[in-house]
């Protein structure tokens, strides 16, 4: 007499119910720094999605000190005045101000990177830079 076995796996996942801490985390970017483009002075906020840790160390006698951090994204925030619609410039007073008072590694609440990347404006090619926007 033959028998076949058969065997069944069955495989459960466990998913973990989003807390507001994790909800948090899935909205926030962290202040890197802000640029400005001398080429059509507009201003635009640099961003990551993990806060970026620097590590000291000592390299041939000098102290230096390297970015700790893994598989962080950067994105890009572009301010757009809401009374003109037009992207803010360098001497937006609003980019003045925060100039003064962002810092980086600053949390930046309901902002998130979106799925959309910034493309090259030369090239047309897709950056590995995601848009930032509003949540």
Known sequence: MQYDIVLIIILILKTEEPTD???QLS????FRRL???EQTNTATIIVTDKPISQKQNTL???KVGTRVGNNITFGVLS???PETNQVMNASHP???ALQ???NQGDEMPNFKLSDNPVV???TGEETSLKWVESV
């Open 21 to 23: 801490t994790n909800r």
């Open 27 to 30: 909205i926030m970017v962290y």
């Open 35 to 37: 640029r400005i483009n």
């Open 60 to 62: 041939a006698g000098f």
């Open 79 to 81: 301010l757009i005045d």
């Open 94 to 96: 609003t980019i003045k």
């Open 100 to 102: 003064k008072k962002l």
């Open 120 to 122: 090259d404006i030369n």
